[in-house]
């Protein structure tokens, strides 16, 4: 199947786990932030927050 | 017309309950307008590898297992812990039994089968963020299975024979093609995409934007 996704914009503060780690809200602001080391430096993941 | 929405989740994904009760308000609202869904759950191992007895907590498991220092992990659950309890969901992380969910899932296509998986998803959801129950094991699951009305003798033994494997292997490569790597995440109509435990106003507007591009001009 190749389907194509129209995606649907978001809020600033949607959550969303990946590789057995969530995102946080980052304290006092709305902007989630991956917390795991092993996610710094991808881009694709950079470009959806 | 009634919207079919698609949600691949994790039961240990606590982003999911909450995009579940945000996606349920949402649906109570769309309902209010005259709209309907059809929703349908399915499957998605955050870390499969887990095993079903994991020895320690949530923090241990975090820490060991995706190499991140102890004091981020305990802030990020206190945050996670927070933000849950403004949805009215009370996490209890102390008392959390990691374990491995591909059991849990199979128990959900099951339930599906007899008209049951939400309430099913809702229980295995409660059980394991709000009650620290154990939903790796299948004596545990076929008790909860019970509690919402099925057959407990059934589940036991599909879930020893794996009967619902195939179909939660399924559901994985299905998110894989449709390029989901991370949940919640939920299909509308098998054309829009929403990412993320997002605000019911998110919900609705995809919602609607589904309804609309559906119904006859």
Known sequence: MSVRLEMVP????????EDGVCAVPASGQGNPQLEASDDE??????ERR | MSVDVQIWSDIACPWC???KRRF???????????????????SFELAPDTPVDFE????????DHKGMP?????????QMTELAAGEGLAYDFGALRH???VLAHQLLHLARAHGLQEPMKERLLSAYFVEGRHVGRVEELAALAGEVGLDPAEV?????EDRHLDDVRADQREAAELGVNGVPFFVLEGRWGVSGAQSPETFLAALRQADEAGSPA
């Open chain 2, 70 to 78: 102890r004091d981020q992990v305990v802030g990020m659950l206190a």
């Open chain 1, 10 to 17: 978001g809020d600033d503060d949607g959550l969303v786990c």
């Open chain 2, 17 to 19: 309950y909450v995009g």
């Open chain 2, 24 to 42: 349920e308000q949402a649906v109570e609202r769309f309902r209010a307008e005259g709209g309907d869904v059809d929703v349908t759950y399915r």
């Open chain 2, 56 to 63: 320690g907590d949530e923090v241990q498991f975090l820490a």
């Open chain 1, 41 to 46: 430096g991808d881009p694709a993941r950079a």
């Open chain 2, 99 to 101: 374990t491995n969910t």
């Open chain 2, 156 to 160: 036991t033994a599909a879930l020893q």
